[in-house]
């Protein structure tokens, strides 16, 4: 009956009966908010990329000359989306909220929210060193927080449930801090060489291959 | 009673009880996360239009000259809203996730939240080729990524339920490649004349009666 | 027991059960995509307002100089915000869905969306005839697209549920054009004197007394 | 059985069954679309932070000057996430919603969504006291309007239930009082010393303590 929203005028007034009372519980306005901002960060990636003020007929040179931009776009994409998947997979094990973790998440969301700048700052200059280390600093920064905040919720199962075993609480406390020592170790390659430095964050793929682990775990339950 | 968000501090401590636990599904996760990159990327249409600087008295001309950028905001609106209308109906079908769909689905969404960009290229450079040809592949590519998905979750019934007959899943296994298809053709058309490539674009129209096709099939059943 | 997220892989892979379906209705999603469509394209609003490139000394007056713009703004905020408003109430009454509704939602949320554009033009030009009339267009295009919905809705109580009077629904009709005459009629006027054409738009008031008028409504059953 | 979306194509027909209508409840929706602007305008804090255009060797200096941009938009995510972790806790004992409460609820999101641009004016102008008066002001205006918003929902419990104490619901609104005043005492300061007016906001801590006494408060009933 409280699912049927049609005003019930003359028990809306009385206090024994919460027709209107929101049925979204606090930890699930948590998820929408930060499902809110992953998404909206992940749209903003967009804004950056510069259309052209080129001559008519140099445009489609001028697009294929932009594709430092793309390719800043597609990483953060990949790494927002991916820092999505584990959030979605994580509070999958969560069943309590506390103050920390609500902190924690507010820190790791504005982590997230700041990476549309550091992805242009990669878009505009490619691969100069302060722009991938600037990049890596802020991916690493995330990779912490996010260890904490799953450190925080599973040690001694403090807001989590009983679906997971130990071992599959360490593997994940493993796996989350893979990310951020990755990411830290590319700044000072990329002191030496940009480049290098890029190409240690293909290290994304085999972490793409731990989320996949992830899921077949879940899916043996 | 787990709809009542009122704090149950004893229960709370004891694991056996989860008041607070989401009670939102993995699958309904997916779907706000991607109706809001639909939601964000539609409205963020509008932040390339630019307000003209001109003296006083030519602003009433200088709004009139804006309008290939109006058009291209009105097109990929529709495009946007096709899709996500798209999803809207093909996720009544899916009942079921696994991690391909998942990152079917981010890849969609990347290609959605990239619509901005050739958009504002187009409103900005109008019929050149180059700006024609971009967002036709574009276009192109969100169609084609949407095709996968689409034949992944239906394909062998993998991840849909027993709703829709096998003619309703080849039928729309053919809808679904109509878009990526006309986009595509029409690339070389701009090469020689990109204002009948546009042209071809008003196949969007036959295509939104396709949508109608499927809505006039689910009210039959 | 479908409100419980806990992996059963077991009867996940049977068809029978639908352990991860989404239990999001169809009608919710075309809400929760026009709420976040709403709310992006409002707080978008603050984008085009731009900080002063003044000496250090001159802030103070560069920000209050800035006035137009805020004015814009508030005023931008009032009209989505009614508008949001007015979704919110009319949709309440909404019990079912058609494309004829899906497609009219979708027209007005891409007369939403559009707003912070004119809004913008009006906080850069402020009181220009061309400025004030492609702003008041804009809206009495908004308002003309919701009568449209609300007409296609309620006519013949073709989406509406018992609840509302014949009365009611007229009444609703006649309120619900009121704000594209108020501001189509600003047009002509702002081609004299584009401050009486902001003037008339103090109309707002009468017609939020109009909104206060549908929940009086509403709690008298 | 409301609760499966399969389309049930006779009963759809007959009014006396409502298989599409919401179940979202009005008040959901507010809460939704609260949430919603205050996801929006976080992220959108990124957006003034602008990329350096200097030469390739010197963008480490120029990212590393940039520092008041940093701190302007880590100041303004820590104020957005508190307005939201506030709208998060008062909402969880609002159970009824008037005209009122959705007005200054609407008003309250136009003072959080303006936030981003007071904070681009800091980010550029650092200790200017016409920059450091303007984002004192936003934020004093902010906390007013929170306060009127919770003193008209719970002055004679109003709009709230029983859950509090007469004394919590006292304290709250002395809490609730306390950030426009630090903010808005400020201001006077700022005129002779902007820093002075900057280490006033680290009141901002006791605040967040008092956040964390609303939790304490919360977990023991």
Chains 1, 2, 3, 4 share one sequence.
């Not at 080129?54 to 991916?82: C, K, M, P, Q, T």
């Not at 919720?153 to 997971?164: E, K, M, P, V």
């Not at 940009?194 to 989320?211: F, Q, S, T, Y």
Request: with cysteine; glycine share 6%; proline share 5%.
């Amino acid at each position: 009956m409280p699912l049927i929203r049609r005003p019930q005028p003359k028990q809306a007034a009385s206090r024994s009966f919460e027709p209107s009372r929101s049925r979204v519980s606090s930890l699930d306005r948590l998820i929408f908010f930060s499902d809110g901002v992953h998404a909206i960060a992940i749209t903003l990636l967009v804004l950056p990329i510069t259309v052209p003020r080129v001559a008519e007929g140099d445009l489609g040179r001028a697009l294929a000359d932009n594709w430092r931009e793309y390719f800043a776009y597609g990483l953060s994409f990949v790494v927002i989306g991916f820092y999505w998947l584990l959030h979605h997979r994580v509070f999958n094990f969560i069943v309590r909220e506390d103050r920390v973790l609500v902190r924690l998440n507010l820190l790791l969301l504005a982590c997230i929210a700041f990476l549309p700048f550091p992805t242009a700052v990669l878009g505009e200059y490619g691969s100069n060193w302060a722009a991938v280390s600037a990049y890596a600093a802020s991916i690493a920064a995330t990779g912490l927080v996010w260890s904490a905040l799953w450190w925080w919720a599973s040690s001694g199962r403090r807001l989590i449930d009983d679906t997971l075993t130990d071992g599959e609480i360490r593997s994940r406390q493993v796996d989350g801090i893979l990310t951020p020592i990755v990411f830290a170790a590319s700044i000072p390659v990329a002191q030496i060489d940009p480049g290098a430095a890029e190409i240690m964050w293909l290290a994304l793929i085999p972490l793409g291959a731990a989320v996949q682990r992830y899921y077949a775990r879940d899916s043996r339950g």
